[in-house]
Nanobody, 124 residues
Framework: VQLQASGGGLVQPGGSLRLSCAAS????????IGWFRQVPGQEREMSAG????????YYADSVTGRFAISRDNAKNTVYLQMNRLKPEDTAIYYC??????????????????WGQGTQFTVSS
């Protein structure tokens, strides 16, 4: 599978942004997708994840209530809608393929294919 993340850029604090993760080369509906953030000097951590069916989602405490993950299996795309953005949200965001099933794992080691990352910066 190949994953292509897009949607990064510069946004002001309090603004919104939507990231997209487009997949190709595999049966998209068979696997979960996670969005991970990474800043220099820190480990990659999950911000949000969605199960293969879309029935279950995960959000890190830092983004709960502000971010919303969704998927359109017909379009082989997962979206991350980010609202009320804060400067500390600034990072490179990666989407990654995780195991299928009803649950969403948060461990990066469980994800076996990664997109190239998209950078966005929250700054005035």
């Amino acid at each position: 599978v190949q994953l292509q993340a897009s949607g990064g850029g510069l946004v002001q604090p309090g603004g919104s942004l939507r990231l997209s993760c487009a997949a190709s080369g595999d049966t998209f509906a068979d696997y979960a997708i996670g969005w991970f953030r990474q800043v220099p000097g820190q480990e990659r951590e999950m911000s949000a994840g969605i199960s293969s069916s879309g029935d279950n989602t995960y959000y890190a405490d830092s983004v709960t209530g502000r971010f919303a993950i969704s998927r359109d299996n017909a379009k082989n795309t997962v979206y991350l809608q980010m609202n009320r953005l804060k400067p500390e949200d600034t990072a490179i965001y990666y989407c990654a393929r995780g195991p299928g099933g009803p649950l969403v794992t948060t461990h990066p080691a469980d994800f076996d294919a990664w997109g190239q990352g998209t950078q966005f910066t929250v700054s005035s």
